[in-house]
């Protein structure tokens, strides 16, 4: 609804102008078109900026979603990975510790440098058994010596 003194106004320049000479008309019109055409552009611009705003408000919107499930993607498929570094790890950890396990026997089963023979332990031709050390048939055990 428009306002009282809004429609007064009209009135009194409607009766104005038709009582008015015509070059005053004619700039009275010009004036009148200067302006409707600024606000007409003043509105247009207007629309624009808030079509632009509710466009940019969407878009926005739509990027901090994408953003959020890219964000989870990345999360999910970071912790796959971890997970997965993780087994390998431990797999790592279990074949060390077999292997310090089997080092550690091997260490039990060595011999100590004194336990190694060197050459004072081999034998010469006089530590050699002869013929004369063979037992003979008369020293061998019978049927008659065992009790």
Same mark, same amino acid.
């Given at each position: 609804?428009?306002?009282?003194? $809004?429609?007064?106004?009209? /009135? =009194?320049?409607? *009766? &104005?102008?038709?009582? +008015?000479?015509?070059?005053?008309?004619?700039? #009275? %019109?010009?004036?009148?078109?200067? $302006?409707?055409?600024?606000? /007409? =552009?003043?509105? *247009? &611009?207007?629309?624009? +900026?808030?079509?632009?705003?509710?466009?940019? #408000? %969407?878009?926005?919107?739509?990027?901090?979603?994408?953003?959020?499930?890219?964000?989870?993607? &990345?999360?999910?498929?970071?912790?796959?990975?971890?997970?997965?570094?993780?087994?390998?790890?431990?797999?790592?950890?279990?074949?060390?510790?077999?292997?310090?396990?089997?080092?550690?026997?091997?260490?039990?089963?060595?011999?100590?440098?004194?336990?190694?023979?060197?050459?004072?332990?081999?034998?010469?031709?006089?530590?050699?058994?002869?013929?004369?050390?063979?037992?003979?048939?008369?020293?061998?055990?019978?049927?008659?010596?065992?009790?």
């Amino acid at each position: 609804m428009e306002n009282p003194v $809004k429609k007064t106004a009209k /009135k =009194i320049t409607k *009766k &104005a102008m038709e009582n +008015a000479p015509d070059s005053l008309k004619e700039k #009275a %019109e010009e004036k009148l078109k200067e $302006k409707a055409g600024g606000e /007409k =552009i003043q509105e *247009k &611009a207007q629309d624009k +900026a808030e079509k632009a705003s509710e466009k940019l #408000a %969407e878009t926005v919107e739509q990027n901090a979603t994408k953003a959020h499930e890219t964000a989870a993607d &990345a999360k999910d498929k970071v912790q796959d990975i971890l997970l997965s570094v993780r087994d390998k790890l431990s797999m790592v950890k279990e074949a060390g510790e077999s292997f310090q396990e089997s080092i550690s026997e091997d260490e039990s089963k060595l011999k100590s440098y004194r336990e190694v023979k060197g050459i004072s332990n081999v034998k010469n031709a006089s530590n050699l058994k002869g013929a004369s050390d063979i037992k003979s048939s008369t020293k061998e055990k019978s049927l008659m010596d065992i009790n």
